[in-house]
Antibody, heavy 120, light 112 residues
């Protein structure tokens, strides 16, 4: 059973960079896409972006200028960096595995989520 | 404001059937992009419920079904149970801008 676990600081200061890592266990990180998704308190889900194990990325256009994703296959981990954060970036951040099927893309395994608060 | 529109809330009594709509446009569902559905129980991570418009992952009861037509998709839940009370989200691909994956705004299902 594939399991994902997010880790990183729970508090980030405004204008600084949010950094999170997702560790994958119970299966290989190779040959899959891996996504980051966030959810502000009481609100809906927002797709941030995805990375393939080759390092190829796709980002949400609304966040593209501030997002960087990377992958470390030797550690079965992938990471998210979001720069110049503001209070609007306060949310629960989820990592998830993406599966493709006939051109379609969906998230079949999710981490438990980690709350990141942006505050001075 | 998501490009996929869902009703904020729906409700039904135990045993009843409810449907949740997901309305898109010609740049997403209407362009042929598949729709997927997730269930989020209170305080937990979302869980895949339906993929590829109408397919259920192993372990999801057949009380849950999905369909797609034109620029919309629907999730139907029959034989409503108390444990179905949750938030439900649709997800698809939107080809506008440079293309990206998008979630609907979510629907809160209340079991009366």
């Amino acid at each position: 059973q594939v399991q994902l676990q997010e880790s990183g600081p729970g508090l980030v200061k405004p204008s600084e960079t949010l950094s999170l890592t997702c560790t994958v266990s119970g299966g290989s990180i190779s040959s899959y896409y891996w996504s980051w998704i966030r959810q502000p308190a009481g609100k809906g889900l927002e797709w941030i972006g995805r990375i393939y194990t080759s390092g190829s990325t796709n980002y949400n256009p609304s966040l593209k200028s501030r997002v960087t994703m990377s992958v470390d296959t030797s550690k079965n981990q992938f990471s998210l960096k979001l720069s110049s954060v503001t209070a609007a970036d306060t949310a629960v951040y989820y990592c998830a595995r993406g599966t493709t099927l006939a051109g379609s893309y969906y998230h079949d395994y999710w981490g438990q989520g980690t709350l990141v608060t942006v505050s001075s | 404001q998501s490009v996929l529109t869902q009703p904020p809330s729906v409700s039904g009594a135990p045993g009843q059937r409810v449907t949740i709509s997901c309305t898109g446009s010609s740049s997403n569902i209407g362009a042929g992009s598949d729709v997927h559905w997730y269930q989020q129980l209170p305080g937990t991570a979302p869980k895949l419920l339906i993929y590829g418009n109408s397919n259920r992952p192993s372990g999801v009861p057949d009380r849950f079904s999905g369909s797609k037509s034109g620029t919309s998709a629907s999730l139907a839940i029959t034989g409503l149970q108390a444990e179905d009370e949750a938030d439900y989200y649709c997800q698809s691909y939107d080809s506008s801008l440079s293309g990206y994956w998008v979630f609907g705004g979510g629907t809160k299902l209340t079991v009366l």
